[in-house]
């Protein structure tokens, strides 16, 4: 089905809906492309290759609500789905705040090429996928000291994603976006007899702006023999910095809470903490849907709304929440928009080496391990490896501990915040150091 029918389809599931005694109606086509090639010690293990579509349809009918879809796009199909769907929706328990988003919303999308689409898709092959697979183990198994490697997976995956979105309150827009992914996973003998384990990746829009193979499978090849002889630490109170790639992971905790749905439903620790303070002045985010080429960039937000720079947190002061049209009206709020896009930091001067040097003695903290965080209270638990850090400099391996506190309390500590975003991500996190945490070991 091209594209103009794609979008065809959607305007004439709202039409069909509105037709059937629907007062409102919202659809979605998509198709989504998907090719992995997994190689594994040696020899190819995974070829997947799949092509999705189908149809999201969002319904409104007297004063009721229903979100269905279906992956049969035949007109005849659509026509008795939609019939079934607008049928089943009257048998359901009215929702007053359940309405699309005022259409003075829509307004105002930017008029900018965010750069989510690599022309060249098409012509990457599958003897390319395979080549780069092949060439990150063999990066992988070059490293110094990879006589303790036991195996080394690598990947080379992309995505071509397409939607179309339609309202009928007015609302039509489409997007196209590719991603490119490479990935290894290296497993290496301790000579106690554990196999510690770690992993690379990266990834970009762009084929051509994709991290280089040889990178990937050193990186990962030196993380996992970094971890041989990793011990328990000492309990303490330490310094903690850290690394931009793991530390995505502490934002996404404070993000969470400050959804409508968790403030509506009361199991948020930020409800009632707009513009008090959450964190030390040194956090200050910006989520940003306007970055070109970035992972969470988009032009309107899953509801159509117009995406804009939204401030976050000011300086440790908390300015905004991620609030829909639905949790807007329950909880007499103006929507900002549903979820997260980029997160952009405002950064630090120094680099993780600079700031380890700073710091002098600590842990740095280089991946987590299990662990909760309890979205209600701020209370988290969170297991930890990394290094211990002495005079400055990176020392011994730690693994098996754990931290433990409460958010405010954490972001509070924050002393810290490095000027190494993290690029594979959409939180783009830096090196982050907070002071005064509680490392639980031996």
Do not use: C
Request: charged share 25%; aromatic share 8%.
């Amino acid at each position: 089905m091209a594209q103009q029918d794609m979008l065809a389809a959607a305007h004439a599931a709202v039409k069909s809906a509105l037709g059937k005694g629907a007062q409102e109606a919202s659809a979605r086509t998509y198709r989504v492309r998907e090719v992995e090639v997994k190689w594994r010690d040696g020899a190819l293990e995974k070829v997947h290759e799949a092509t999705t579509r189908g149809l999201g349809l969002t319904l409104y009918v007297d004063g009721r609500y229903a979100n269905v879809s279906t992956s049969d796009l035949r007109p005849e199909a659509l026509e008795t789905f939609i019939g079934d769907s607008v049928t089943l929706t009257r048998a359901l328990a009215k929702d007053p705040f359940r309405t699309l988003p005022d259409p003075k919303l829509y307004e105002g999308q930017a008029k900018v090429d965010l750069l989510l689409e690599d022309p060249k898709y098409a012509t990457v092959t599958p003897e390319q996928r395979r080549a780069v697979a092949k060439e990150i183990e063999a990066a992988a198994r070059s490293v110094k000291g990879s006589g303790a490697i036991l195996s080394v997976t690598s990947s080379f995956s992309d995505t071509l994603a397409e939607s179309w979105r339609v309202s009928s309150n007015g609302f039509s827009g489409s997007r196209r976006d590719t991603q490119f992914w490479v990935s290894a996973e290296v497993s290496v003998k301790d000579p106690d007899g554990r196999k510690p384990e770690d992993y690379a990746f990266g990834g970009s829009r762009f084929v051509g702006e994709m991290p280089k193979a040889g990178e990937i499978g050193r990186d990962a090849a030196e993380r996992a023999l970094s971890r041989l002889g990793a011990k328990k630490g000492e309990s303490a109170v330490l310094t903690m910095a850290v690394e931009n790639r793991a530390a995505g992971r502490l934002p996404a905790y404070l993000l969470g809470p400050l959804s409508g749905g968790a403030l509506q439903q009361k199991r948020s620790f930020l409800e009632g903490k707009l513009g008090q303070a959450i964190a030390s002045p040194a956090l200050t985010l910006v989520d940003d849907p306007l970055v070109p080429k970035a992972f969470g960039s988009r032009l309107f937000d899953g509801e159509g709304i117009a995406a804009k720079r939204m401030p976050i947190v000011e300086a440790g002061v908390l300015k905004a929440y991620y609030i829909d049209t639905y949790y807007g009206k329950k909880l007499q709020m103006a929507p900002t928009t549903g979820g997260p896009s980029n997160v952009v930091w405002t950064l630090g001067d120094k680099a993780q080496a600079a700031l380890l040097a700073a710091m002098k003695e600590g842990i740095l903290v280089t991946g987590f391990l299990g662990g909760n965080s309890n979205g209600l209270t701020g209370d988290f638990s969170l297991g930890v490896q990394g290094f211990r850090v002495r005079g400055g400099k990176i020392a011994e391996p730690v693994g098996e501990m754990n931290i433990s506190g409460n958010h405010l309390d954490l972001w509070k500590k924050l002393a810290a915040v490095g000027n190494d975003p993290y690029p594979y991500s959409s939180m783009k996190t830096p090196t982050l150091v907070f002071e005064g945490v509680q490392f639980a070991g031996v």
